[in-house]
């Protein structure tokens, strides 16, 4: 692992880190392992961590096959790992255009090394930017992506970091006014039906990270408003269209709520 920069804290646990930790990553720090294993104690986020990660896999794989969609915008998105959005998208549809947006200095020094373009006709490039500010991050993506063409906005576990509900709903909002007819909204997250994974979430926020809100499961589906539902609606991270090898063998997963949904 690279050194880190004078902007990464590697006293204070870091989300993405931690989330590296649980995926069998690397790219992480004795702050981040720690309070990686302390929340196993509670939870297993290992498994969380995993099936979640295969959500992203099977909703990137729809929207670039099944949907045709050709541009996406993942904010908030992470460390890189095995099987990123682009891979995915590129691999069905070599043109595809994708825009990361995250302000973790670490998961920036990464993406600039990792999150390559894989195809000649691909554009891979990545943003850096506060999902608090959804303004900067539609001027900043506009300048890779075509606005006048459907755009897949991915918020995959990271709208739990906002400074409140009407403040996530206010971001996811802004992002899917400014795309056009025929985008998409992906969104998973936590909910708050776990006592042990809401009692994870508070010693996180005292651990000193940015806290992570679970959310009810009416304001996951909130995210949606005025959009259409793709089939099987709003559900469990484990029962968004599983592959068939997956089907009865995959531990479910009812603390996580997400769903994929068509601008109209």
């Not at 009692?199 to 806290?211: D, F, H, R, T």
């Amino acid at each position: 692992m690279t050194e880190p920069s004078r902007d990464i804290r590697t006293d204070v646990p870091g989300a993405a880190r931690i989330w590296n930790y649980w995926l069998g990553g690397k790219d992480n720090y004795e702050a981040d392992r720690l309070a990686a294993e302390a929340a196993l104690q509670y939870y297993d986020m290992a498994t969380f961590a995993r099936q979640s990660r295969q959500f992203l896999n099977r909703v990137v794989r729809f929207l670039a096959g099944e949907a045709g969609i050709r541009q996406f915008l993942d904010i908030g998105t992470g460390l890189p790992t095995m099987q990123n959005t682009h891979e995915i998208a590129q691999s069905i549809a070599p043109e595809s255009r994708i825009v990361y947006v995250d302000n973790d200095p670490i998961v920036l020094a990464h993406a600039r090394v990792l999150l390559r373009n894989t195809t000649p006709e691909g554009v891979t490039d990545y943003v850096e930017a506060d999902y608090h500010d959804p303004d900067l991050i539609i001027e900043r993506a506009r300048t890779i992506l075509d606005f006048e063409q459907p755009i897949a906005v991915m918020f995959m576990g990271v709208l739990g970091h906002a400074r409140g509900f009407e403040e996530s709903h206010a971001i996811v909002a802004r992002v899917v006014d400014a795309v056009p007819s025929g985008s998409y909204l992906a969104v998973w997250d936590g909910n708050d039906t776990n006592a042990a994974l809401n009692a994870l979430a508070e010693n996180y926020a005292k651990s000193g990270g940015v806290p992570y809100i679970q959310q009810p499961i009416e304001h996951i589906r909130g995210y949606f408003s005025g959009l259409e539902m793709v089939e099987p609606g709003l559900v469990s991270v484990t029962e968004w269209r599983p592959e068939p090898t997956e089907v009865g063998t995959v531990q479910p997963l009812p603390e996580t709520t997400g769903g994929v949904a068509r601008k109209p």
